[in-house]
């Protein structure tokens, strides 16, 4: 069964305090792992895809890696602008399978 | 400009009763899902379709059910045989199919179900 778990549930930051939220993971045939932004009340937004061990991608203050057990998302110099729930899921022989997400708040 | 629409935004429903929530999409994408969010946890999979006229249960599909006879359309209808129905409702949809690599989902602004 795929599962993903993320860490910590929660994380608070003053702005320009640089981070790392953690997404682990057991898939069957990993297909692709995905990070969505959600800001409360709305549906997720997608950030990135990440396909294969030692892939990294990038979008302004935000880096995604990936290693064959776990996910990490970087945020460096967050703003409060970043504050939002990050969610992590995995695509394997299922449909996406989501971590219940990373509550980000950045203060000013 | 493309994307997917749910309604309604706020559903307030009387135990016993069905209610349906609308997904539409213009993305001219195959394949469309629900999914349920409670707080704190993460999205939960209901039903997931990968083409007209087919459609399979997720993990959560007890108390559902769904329809696709439309690429575009993919409503779900809560009935009164689902003992919790207060959630946040997340329609989605993706270019291909179940596992395939191009499978970035894209979701609605949610639908919010209370019941009363």
């Known amino acids: 069964e795929d599962q993903v778990t993320q860490s910590p549930e929660a994380l608070r930051l003053q702005e320009g305090e640089s981070s790392s939220l953690n997404c682990s993971y057991t898939?069957?045939?990993?297909?692709?792992l995905f990070w969505y932004r959600q800001d409360p009340g709305k549906g997720p937004e997608f950030l990135f895809t990440?396909?294969?061990a030692g892939e990294e991608k990038e979008k302004e203050r935000l880096k995604a890696t990936l290693t064959k057990k776990e996910s990490f998302l970087h945020i460096t110099a967050p703003k409060p602008e970043d504050s939002a729930t990050y969610l992590c899921?995995?695509?394997?022989?299922?449909?996406?399978?989501f971590g219940k997400g990373t509550r980000l708040s950045v203060i000013a | 400009d493309g994307g997917i629409t749910q309604s309604p935004k706020y559903l307030f429903r009387k135990e016993g009763q069905n209610v349906t929530l609308s997904c539409e999409q213009n993305?001219?994408?195959?394949?469309m899902y629900w999914y349920r969010q409670d707080p704190g946890q993460g999205l939960r999979l209901i039903y997931y379709?990968?083409?007209?006229?087919?459609?399979q249960k997720g993990d959560i599909a007890e108390g559902y059910s769904v329809s696709r006879e439309k690429k575009e359309s993919f409503p779900l209808t809560v009935t009164s045989a689902q003992k919790n129905p207060t959630a946040f409702y997340l329609c989605?949809?993706?270019?291909?199919?179940?596992?395939?690599?191009?499978?970035?989902?894209?979701f609605g602004a949610g639908s919010r179900l209370t019941v009363l």
């Open positions: 989605a949809s993706s270019i291909g199919a179940r596992g395939s690599g191009a499978n970035v989902l894209t």
């Open positions: 898939v069957s045939g990993l297909r692709g």
């Open positions: 990440l396909y294969s």
């Open positions: 899921a995995v695509s394997g022989n299922t449909p996406l399978v």
């Open positions: 993305l001219n994408h195959d394949a």
């Open positions: 379709s990968q083409i007209v006229n087919d459609f």
